[in-house]
């Protein structure tokens, strides 16, 4: 067995043995995976592409409507996977019904958030179930055209997914009349170039469509103009992939899966100072504790000191507040931070908060388009205060400067980048306002005469 795949199947194991609310949940995503068994026979032996013919009325049943499906998914709970959690249902309805040109159906696997790996292994190991649930939504929305954004930093799983494509197309789950129905729907993959914007559903259309990737003002919303100026509808990759099980089980047993508003599984990527990072598919509302504890728990034995929940954009929680959370939308906001794309970041009690966020902000302001005045000028802004406080160069005024830039760039810009940018520094300030204090102290003490070797300087 290869590296990837003893990797795969350890996790896949862990992911079986998770219990929930009295009853066991099997993955729906991961389940049956091993590593190798990508291809579409054996997807189709674990009863791949039954939803669309389900869809479709090629099961010797009468088909589904285009608002079945979308009313399956509203019944579902399904919510975005890729950080905002919007409900899927909700958004495919607004797709326009009756419009007479051409509409598009965009997956986005531009998989850009620090901590997040999740929509990299779905397209190694199970990329059938992402072309599964888009001819589906493709279906449900009317649209005869779509593309899968891939994050351009990753070739093999491009690869990966354009073989997968030539599979499905050869075996007539995509195409023009789509298992001998009157369904067409052309699917193409996409290689983007790493830009961490693109991950930004505009930005991605810009990118599509030959242009800088740089976010769009909304409205006009994508639904109405969105890709080529036509309406278009853009999902995460794991919302796709979770598609086709809501389709064949129903909507409610998906919301049985998790909680109340907050439907099925979720995988999260975890990450830091566990003892078996990875990848881990668990219902929503499982408590965090319960994920810390199939992730091995906290390595070396140490103590629990904070968690990034959602990924790098999301507010940092200290472990009296995480502990007491469950991994799903609501509390996770209620706690004060987000879901996001599932990217959860342990650290324990020996991890530098100061350090850390510099990190952070360096990663925000290297990836700002620069569209945005109080994003282009105020990342920076951040991370040289963060980068000097670090350095032994802090003033005792900077925290206060920090958490005003901050707080100025929020709400500020056409897109959520700066904002992404800005809740860290502000959590950080909450939580651990003392390091920072104690750093600047330090300092003080010395006569702030410690050489700055900024990590700009070293990235020259």
């Given at each position: ?50 939803a669309l013919r389900k869809v479709l009325g090629q099961d010797g049943g009468p088909g589904m409507t285009q608002d079945e499906v979308i009313a399956e998914l509203k019944a579902s709970s399904l919510r975005g996977r890729g ?378």
């Open positions: 067995m290869t590296r990837v795949q003893d990797i795969l199947s350890q996790f896949q194991a862990k992911g079986v043995e998770t219990c929930f609310h009295g009853r066991h949940i099997d993955p729906q995503i991961y389940a049956g995976l091993n590593g190798g068994n990508w291809g579409l026979k054996d997807y189709e032996a674990r009863g791949g592409y039954q950080g905002a959690g919007f409900p899927t249902g909700l958004k495919w309805s607004f797709m326009p019904r009756n419009f007479p040109g051409q509409k598009y159906l965009v997956c986005n696997s531009d998989e850009g958030e620090p901590g997040t790996f999740k929509d990299r292994d779905i397209l190694m190991y199970n990329p059938h179930a992402v072309i599964e649930g888009m001819a589906i939504a493709a279906y449900a929305m009317g649209a005869s055209v779509g593309y899968n954004y891939i994050h351009g930093e990753i070739f093999q799983v491009y690869e990966r997914f354009e073989a997968a494509i030539d599979q499905a197309r050869a075996a007539g789950y995509l195409g023009d009349g789509v298992m001998g129905s009157g369904f067409n729907f052309q699917l193409h993959a996409h290689h983007g170039f790493g830009a961490y914007i693109c991950g930004e559903e505009t930005a991605l259309l810009e990118s599509l469509e030959g242009k800088k990737g740089q976010p769009r003002f909304k409205p006009p919303f994508p639904a109405s103009f969105g890709l080529y100026g036509k309406p278009t509808t853009i999902n995460n990759t794991e919302t796709f992939a979770a598609t086709p099980w809501i389709i064949r089980h129903g909507g409610p047993a998906y919301l049985e899966c998790g909680k109340p508003n907050n439907g099925g599984t979720k995988i999260f990527s975890i990450q830091g100072d566990v003892e078996r990072p990875g990848n881990y598919e668990i219902p929503m509302g499982t408590p965090f504790a319960k994920l810390l504890e199939l992730a091995g728990g906290v390595r070396g034995g140490k103590t629990l000191k904070a968690v990034i929940p959602g990924g790098s954009s999301s507010p940092v929680l200290p472990a009296e507040i995480i502990m007491q959370c469950t991994m799903d939308y609501d509390s996770i906001a209620k706690a004060g931070s987000m879901l996001g794309s599932g990217a959860v970041m342990v650290m324990d009690d020996s991890r530098d908060m100061v350090q850390t966020l510099a990190r952070l902000s360096y990663f925000y302001m290297h990836e700002s388009c620069g569209q945005c005045t109080p994003c282009r000028e105020g990342t920076g802004w951040l991370w040289r205060m963060v980068d000097r406080i670090q350095h032994g160069q802090g003033r005792p005024e900077d925290m206060d400067k920090l958490d005003s830039v901050a707080e100025n760039i929020m709400g500020r810009t056409i897109c959520a980048l700066g904002d992404a940018a800005a809740m860290p520094v502000r959590a950080m300030l909450k939580h651990y306002r003392h390091e920072f204090a104690a750093k600047i102290d330090a300092a003080q003490k010395q006569g702030g005469l410690k050489r700055i070797e900024s990590d700009e300087q070293a990235h020259g």
